[in-house]
């Protein structure tokens, strides 16, 4: 099983969609949890962090679920400018994989008018 | 506030030419530093991570080497490339453990 695991897509959703990504982990040590997003030939970018309680930023809205090991993300009145693949990111802090951050594949995202 | 500068942006080599990348940090002191690849379509691989000057440890047994001669500064290198080696190079910081990471804006290395 892989160690952090995403559906790669792509998801094809008209402007003003809603549309949610989810993401599994398979260590239950796991600490910090992120999003980012890359766009074409580009860095990946820091979209939130996710936090045991949820949070929201604007538009966007990131859950976690430790028992289930699951990580979501939700998207809101979908803009063309979200297109972009996004990155389902976590942090296991102590032992070998001290401070280090796996990445998932990516979930691909487009967003036409 | 902080920045993350990777050079060069893009770059073609000869098969078993030498390699250097460079990145530096600014804006903040002693951070964890990270080199990344990513083949095209695949996801991100962590190559190389340091938690000091002189500190560096190696993820995955390959033909690249990495060095931090100075707090805010990390190299990675090769002696002689191979045709696998090409990819989208990233390099990153991070304040501490379990902080996000925030990248370079990479350097994709072709190699022919």
């Known amino acids: 099983r892989k160690e952090v695991e995403q559906d790669p897509g792509p998801f094809n959703v008209p402007e003003g969609a809603t549309v949610a990504f989810n993401c599994t982990y398979s260590n239950s040590a796991s600490q910090s949890f992120f999003w980012y997003r890359q766009d074409c030939r580009k860095e990946p970018k820091l979209l939130m962090s996710?936090?045991?309680s949820g949070n929201e930023d604007g538009r966007f809205t990131a859950q976690l679920n430790r028992a289930s090991q699951y990580i979501s993300l939700l998207i809101r009145d979908s803009k063309l400018s979200d297109s972009a693949t996004y990155l389902c990111v976590v942090n296991i802090a102590g032992g070998t994989s001290y401070g280090k951050l796996t990445f998932g594949q990516g979930t691909i995202l487009t967003v036409h008018p | 506030s902080q920045t993350i500068h990777q050079w060069p942006a893009t770059l073609v080599q000869p098969v078993g030419s030498p390699l250097s990348l460079e990145c530096t940090v600014e804006g903040t002191s002693n951070p964890n530093l990270y080199w990344y690849r990513q083949a095209a379509g695949r996801g991100l691989q962590l190559l190389f991570y340091s938690v000091g000057i002189g500190q560096i440890s190696s993820e995955v047994p390959q033909n690249l080497s990495a060095s931090r001669p100075q707090d805010r500064q990390f190299i990675l290198s090769s002696k002689k490339l191979l045709l696998s080696d090409s990819g989208f190079y990233l390099c990153?910081?991070?304040?501490?453990?379990?902080?996000?990471?925030?990248f370079g804006d990479g350097t994709r290395l072709s190699i022919l």
């Open positions: 990153a910081w991070s304040t501490t453990v379990g902080q996000p990471q925030h």
């Open positions: 996710v936090y045991s």
